[in-house]
């Protein structure tokens, strides 16, 4: 079969799915707990034969209504996040990535940190400061163990809220006593001076997850659903165009919401294509792979 012809028939596929596309976006910006993360994707470019552009696809995630939204931009600059979060009221999730410093406005975006990306750079500093780092590192982990508790006790968001304002507050504040009283004994150049000026500069964000039982501790649900991004440049290596980077992240965010829903995707896309022609607007809800509205 031609390339061509296998090309426009996912061009029309996803012309048919584009209204689907556009209310899963308004179904997350609607959510008021997301976690954002972004991911680049070499593109073809016109500007230079076999030349590529690094693109990147945003990444936005309601964990409690388990539904995935990937937004396709051409750079890794604040615009894209600005226009997606223009009316996103509620606490949004995210690495220390400057480009979102801008987001926190009381009233309107409360923001989160990522526990993990904090913990991993003293993991980059076992080479060069072993001690210091295997001691960070040492009261990261209970916090990690709490949260593990709450998971096999299978407790409710309020009993997790309630186990962390027993337990976490304690081993935050021991964390927090280890960061300042070091800061002052480390170049801060240096990769462990680094690790604790991140984690400090980030503080009133990294623990704010024990505000509230539904927030996470880290943004590790949002780093599983980027995954098939990191497969996907291993296998096909770049996206056509900018207008195919964009089906892609179309086609992740379905695929991606299945994944979250435990629904087959072959199945889920094969009957939506067959329904979604003749479907009402008013009912897009109905076709997402996910528990339609109450």
Not at 53 to 67: Q, R, S, T
Not at 103 to 119: N, Q, T, V, Y
Not at 181 to 206: C, D, F, H
Not at 246 to 253: D, H
Request: hydrophobic share 35%.
């Amino acid at each position: 079969m031609a390339e061509s012809t296998m090309n426009d028939w996912f061009t029309a596929t996803c012309r048919l799915l584009e209204p689907l596309y556009v209310r899963l976006k308004e179904r997350v910006q609607n959510a008021d707990y997301i976690m954002g993360d972004e991911t680049p994707i070499p593109v073809l470019t016109n500007d230079k034969p076999n030349a590529t552009h690094k693109g990147y696809h945003w990444v936005y995630l309601a964990p409690i209504e388990k539904l995935v939204y990937f937004d396709y931009r051409q750079g890794r600059g604040r615009e894209g996040p600005e226009e997606f979060l223009r009316d996103f009221h509620g606490a949004l999730q995210t690495d220390g990535y400057a480009a979102y410093n801008s987001f926190e406005k009381p009233g309107k975006i409360k923001l989160l940190s990522c526990m993990a990306h904090a913990r991993r750079k003293f993991d980059q500093a076992l080479d060069s400061d072993r001690e210091r780092a295997q001691q960070a590192l040492k009261l990261f982990q209970p916090l990690y163990d709490i949260e593990r508790e709450a998971r096999e006790q299978n407790l409710s968001y309020d009993q997790r809220k309630l186990l962390r304002q027993e337990k976490s507050i304690e081993k935050l504040q021991q964390l927090e006593a280890w960061l300042k009283e070091n800061i002052i004994q480390v170049l801060p150049k240096s990769v462990m001076g680094q690790a604790i000026a991140y984690t400090l500069n980030l503080w009133p964000r990294l623990i704010r997850y024990i505000e509230d039982g539904r927030y996470e501790i880290d943004n590790n649900l949002i780093e599983n659903s980027i995954r098939p991004v990191a497969l996907g440049r291993k296998n096909y290596m770049f996206a056509g165009s900018h207008e195919g980077a964009k089906r892609a992240a179309m086609m992740y965010s379905f695929l991606g919401t299945c994944k979250k829903n435990n629904v087959e995707p072959f199945t889920w896309l094969k009957d939506v294509l067959t329904m979604i022609p003749d479907w009402s607007i008013q009912r897009l809800d109905e076709l997402l792979p996910v528990k339609p509205l109450s």
